[in-house]
């Protein structure tokens, strides 16, 4: 007599996460947090003129507190939201024509700064440390070091055709507002993911 065994069918070891209606309502809230906080200050320094804002605070803020994919897309967003012709960016502009101006560099990269501090925390800090404000701190300015600021100082040296090392001095008045920004966000995510420990869903 022989005995016949049931294989179980293999389930796919990852499937394809779907944005819910919450996921949604987070990046759409996100973005407009960030649209709110490109009015805040709107102080332009430096030698480019480029306007100091809390615009990276929501950003990082966004990566932080949502991860990497809806940290991305709410910060995406916003830049849609710019491009058409909504007054979201600093000193109320818009258009198309800001992504050539003297900051396309720091606009374009702020979802990739989102996306890098969003996966640092949700990978890396992972669910214990991400309520420490220190590692969160690490995290987020991480993505604003290796990403914002390189990325605007590219920027800025296209736009004034000027070298990189002169747009690097262009760049520093921007550092010690970017480390306060940074503060805050790890202060305010440590806190938010205290109290909500699940709201990164792994994304």
Do not use: N
Request: glycine residues 10%; contains cysteine.
């Amino acid at each position: 007599m022989t005995s016949t065994q049931s294989t179980p069918a293999t389930e796919p070891t990852s499937r394809a996460r779907r944005l819910t209606t919450t996921d949604l309502a987070l990046v759409a809230a996100f973005a407009a947090l960030i649209s709110a906080c490109a009015y805040v200050g709107a102080i332009p320094i430096g030698g480019a003129g480029v306007p100091i804002t809390l615009q990276t605070f929501g950003v990082m803020l966004a990566g932080c507190l949502l991860g990497p994919l809806r940290g991305f897309l709410a910060v995406a967003v916003y830049l849609v939201l710019g491009a058409i012709g909504l007054p979201v960016f600093a000193e109320h502009s818009s258009g198309l024509g800001v992504f050539t101006g003297a900051s396309a560099g720091y606009l374009l990269a702020f979802p990739f700064a989102a996306a890098l501090a969003g996966f640092l925390v949700t990978r890396v800090a992972g669910r214990r440390r991400k309520t420490r404000a220190l590692v969160v701190f690490a995290c987020s300015f991480a993505g604003s070091a290796l990403v914002i600021h390189p990325a605007g100082i590219v920027g800025m040296s296209l736009f004034f055709d000027v070298p990189l090392t002169t747009a690097v001095t262009y760049d520093l008045p921007f550092w010690a507002g970017d480390v306060l920004k940074t503060a805050l966000v790890a202060l305010v995510a440590a806190e938010v993911h205290r109290a909500f420990p699940q709201l990164l869903h792994r994304r």
